[in-house]
């Protein structure tokens, strides 16, 4: 299973980019998706972050609600980075492993649509998750659960 996060809504204005934090609202809409996942008695054997102050301030919500194994923070998941991590992920997921992603647009768009299909939008709204899993026969992944509008039947 491959959990794809978007990071909450972040402030405009800052010194950089790297430093932007969530907001109020930002924070409450990924709690609300921290409580989905805990009350899926979702844990994850691996987490990959991006090192930018939002997505590990996202990080540290969803931690506070599911089980973590093991956090990675990577410059393979910032904004606009190469989308070959999807690999890695693909690897990952044939191994068994429960991974949580914690990105950025355009990234997790790109990544979700490379893992699950090329039918899907690539967009994602601040905070939306996107849950990815095959039935075990090595068939492509498919987005099993999604905070966004994808349908999830195509």
Do not use: W
Request: hydrophobic fraction near 40%; include cysteine; charged fraction near 25%.
């Amino acid at each position: 299973m491959i959990v794809i996060v978007r990071h909450g809504t972040a402030q405009c204005n800052c010194d950089s980019d790297f430093n932007r934090r969530l907001t109020a609202d930002g924070i409450a809409d990924v709690r609300k998706r921290a409580e989905y996942l805990r009350l899926q008695n979702i844990t994850f054997d691996l987490v990959m972050v991006s090192p930018y102050i939002r997505t590990l301030q996202t990080l540290e919500i969803i931690r506070e609600a599911v089980g973590i194994s093991e956090v990675s923070i990577t410059r393979e998941l910032v904004p606009n980075a190469d989308s070959g991590i999807a690999d890695y992920l693909r690897v990952l997921h044939d191994e068994g492993k429960k991974v949580l992603v914690i990105s950025h647009m355009p990234l997790v768009g790109i990544l979700v649509r490379e893992l699950a299909g090329n039918h899907l939008s690539g967009f994602m709204n601040p905070a939306d998750l996107n849950i990815l899993d095959s039935n075990g026969d090595g068939e492509k992944l498919k987005v099993i659960y999604s905070t966004n509008c994808y349908d999830l039947n195509a």
